[in-house]
DNA sequence: CCAATTGTACGATGACCTTCGTAGTTTGAC
DNA sequence: GTCAAACTACGAAGGTCATCGTACAATTGG
């Protein structure tokens, strides 16, 4: 059996994906550290949640994993009791290209900046 | 006389623009849209607010405005019975290279992909 | 001065967003 | 079967956001 899972969870299709949910998704710091997070990781199945310390509570980790898979930022699967996050970058690239860079860059370079 | 007029708005410094409320300005479609006629515009002072038909009243209108402004992403003068609205492109390209344009061509490219 | 044009200020409203805590579910290990 | 780990669901509180209408202010043109 290919270990077909019941817990699915939906994502958009890369043509559902629309410019202003990624935006919207990207402008919150929190969810901004998760996708930097994620970009530096590299190709892979990603990451747990609970892998990146986010100074909030476990729900309020949760909403913001929510709001990048629904957004179509992020992909995510369950694997045993963790739920792996991988960024979508591939659909994003193709969609927006060099759109995700220029916001990862612009982070670091605003990082760099301030601090 | 140079007609300094006693109307002035704030704008932040160059240094003082974030990434994040950049990105929230313009993940909203009505000041998308604002920033796509501002930079289809070119080099130059600008628009009235007028001069762009916005599908909501105008005191939502001013707010918009208020918006992109407050985050840097326009600047605003008074003339006359107008205001003129410019981009700050030489802001943003210096502080975030390359973000506005991927920004316009992802808008571009999923109007022509949406219709 | 008067009127028209252009945009602002203010208050209100309903929607959405971020955050939390608590209780629950699913899985893997023993 | 039992227990811990990892995450979710739900409901609530507090904040911000987009929108509007109405009333107001500043400038230009007659």
Redesign the interface.
């Known amino acids: 059996m290919s270990t077909a899972s019941a817990r699915t969870l939906d994502h958009p299709e890369r043509?559902e994906i629309?410019?202003?949910?990624v935006?919207?998704a990207?402008?919150?710091?929190m969810r901004?550290q998760v996708v930097r997070f994620l970009a530096e990781l590299g190709e892979g199945e990603g990451a747990a949640c609970s892998a990146i310390e986010l100074a909030v509570s476990k729900s309020t980790t949760t909403h913001h994993f929510r709001v990048l898979r629904e957004a179509g930022v992020i992909s995510q699967v369950y694997r045993g009791t963790a739920k792996m996050n991988a960024l979508r970058r591939s659909d994003l690239d193709a969609?927006?290209?060099?759109?995700l860079?220029?916001?990862l860059?612009?982070?670091t370079?605003?990082r760099r900046?301030t601090g």
Request: hydrophobic residues 40%.
């Open positions: 043509t629309r410019l202003e949910a935006l919207h990207l402008s919150d710091p901004l969609l927006f290209p060099g759109l860079d220029s916001v860059d612009a982070d370079a605003q900046r």
